[in-house]
């Protein structure tokens, strides 16, 4: 089946730690996302691509980290510079042409 | 900039028919979409406006205004179900018009009571 995998589902930070969120997709698609979800609030864009070995800066990227180095792959690393970790973290991809996003199932990140 | 507005919680009966309005204000509008997400998991994609006008599917009914930054989107035959936080997006063009966005809105929480 065609989808988009997020892991880990839950994961831990602690304070000074850097820590990476995995986001792999077998849909064939150019463009991944990376937003982060706060409670009550709506989703914020902190990275996209569009093409591998291109990434550019979302509302609030400050304090995170991506790479694409292969399609299927955009990995998000949460560093110690993000003062404030806690959230929902989805990541999301579309078909360069159509904006139509489809999301994985996510990770929620804590701060121990 | 852009600003999206939605009422921030509705409650509806089993059967029954809800509106959910999502108001925008944006340069460069090329689209607006609504997704359905169910606590703690991943937002799904409903449906998809760029003209103005009503686009139906199923239970589910989408509506466009370009000129009032306006859209609903209309749930008929209410399921214990389609409790869910909705979704609105708009997308548009970054000033340098280079590429293209989602904005989302912070959702709307509804309740549907038996």
């Known amino acids: 089946d065609g989808g988009i995998t997020q892991s880990p589902k839950y994961l831990f930070r602690k304070e000074g730690q850097n820590v990476t969120l995995s986001c792999e997709q077998n849909?064939?698609?150019?463009?991944m996302y990376w937003y982060r979800q706060d409670p009550g609030q709506g989703l914020r864009l902190i990275y996209y691509s569009q093409i591998v070995n291109d990434f550019q800066k979302g509302d609030i990227a400050e304090g995170y980290s991506v790479s694409r180095e292969k399609k299927e792959s955009f990995p998000l690393t949460v560093t110690s510079a993000q003062k404030n970790p806690t959230a929902f973290y989805l990541c999301?991809?579309?078909?360069?042409?159509?904006?139509?996003?489809?999301f994985g199932a996510g990770t929620r990140l804590s701060v121990l | 900039g852009q600003n999206i507005d939605q009422p921030t919680e509705m409650t509806a009966t089993e059967g029954a028919i809800v509106q959910i309005n999502c108001t925008y204000q944006t340069s460069g509008f090329n689209g607006l979409f609504w997704y359905q997400q169910h606590a703690g998991e991943a937002p799904t994609f409903l449906s998809y406006?760029?003209?103005?006008g009503l686009e139906e599917k199923g239970r589910f009914s989408s509506f466009l205004s370009r000129s009032k930054g306006y859209s609903y989107l209309l749930l008929k035959e209410l399921q214990m179900k389609d409790s869910a936080s909705y979704l609105c997006a708009v997308r548009a063009r970054f000033s340098s018009g280079s590429a293209r966005q989602l904005t989302f809105g912070s959702g709307t929480q509804l309740t549907v009571l038996p």
């Open positions: 999301a991809s579309s078909i360069l042409t159509s904006d139509i996003q489809y």
């Open positions: 849909l064939n698609h150019d463009a």
């Open positions: 406006n760029v003209l103005d």
